[in-house]
């Protein structure tokens, strides 16, 4: 199957400040990104999907001010956390989908482990 | 009610037994259904991958799909240890979309 990274796998950061989450289609192109967050014994929650070159679109609840998803490439997109709380401490995980990856399936990185102090 | 019902376990089974893995869903306009395994703080991997009613068969995996009962299945048969994992089901409704319905998850530990 086709291969999506993330980084950083983990991050650790203080009450305030702004995290960038890196996803990448490794060998493929992915027309389409998709960003969820994972909370413990819980379902994957979709925030947001994104179409290279167009701004993402936002699931219900998900404030676009707060979690930036930029998805400037074919093979690259970003989720920013904006002045992270302890709240928004979660497993974010995304996926893609795009020409290569098979007929409209969604592979997934591995998640990125986000705790804000 | 929820789209789609998965009971979330856990579920616990000794090495070798035959797992039966279930969702039920409500959207009959659901016409693609998945099966994904996560491993402990990892991304889903797909496991199985069917369209509309029927069964399928890969290696120990057969998934199963009953459109008229809106349920589908996962069997894993001669389970290990290895298959410690939380499986979600998924759907969607077309074959150009890549938007997914997924289940809690159900939890599952073989125990060696």
């Known amino acids: 199957g086709a291969v999506v990274s993330q980084h950083p796998s983990r991050v650790i950061c203080k009450s305030g400040t702004s995290v960038k989450i890196e996803c990448r289609s490794l060998?493929?192109?992915?027309?389409?990104m998709f960003w969820y967050r994972q909370f413990p014994k819980k379902s994957l929650m979709l925030m947001a999907t994104?179409?290279?070159?167009?701004?993402?679109?936002?699931e219900q609840g998900v404030e676009k001010d707060k979690f930036l998803i930029n998805h400037a490439s074919l093979t690259l997109s970003t989720l920013t956390v904006t002045s992270a709380h302890p709240e928004d401490s979660s497993f974010y995980i995304c996926?893609?989908?795009?020409?290569?990856?098979?007929?409209?399936?969604?592979?997934f990185g591995p998640g990125t482990r986000l705790t804000v102090l | 009610q929820k789209e789609v019902e998965q009971d979330p376990g856990p579920l616990s089974v000794p090495e070798g037994a035959i797992v039966s893995l279930n969702c039920t869903y409500s959207?009959?306009?659901?016409?693609?259904f998945m099966w994904y395994r996560q491993y402990s703080r990892k991304g889903p991997e797909l496991l199985m991958y069917?369209?509309?009613?029927g069964n399928k068969e890969d290696g120990r995996f057969t998934a199963q799909v009953d459109k008229s009962s809106k349920y589908i299945s996962l069997f894993i048969r001669d389970s290990q240890p290895s298959d410690s994992a939380t499986y979600l089901c998924?759907?969607?409704?077309?074959?150009?979309?890549?938007?997914?319905?997924f289940g809690k998850g159900t939890k599952l530990s073989v125990i060696p």
């Open positions: 996926s893609a989908g795009g020409p290569g990856a098979g007929v409209s399936e969604q592979f």
């Open positions: 060998d493929f192109q992915a027309t389409t």
């Open positions: 994104s179409n290279e070159g167009s701004k993402a679109t936002y």
């Open positions: 959207n009959s306009a659901f016409q693609y």
């Open positions: 069917t369209y509309s009613s």
């Open positions: 998924a759907m969607k409704s077309g074959a150009g979309s890549y938007q997914l319905t």
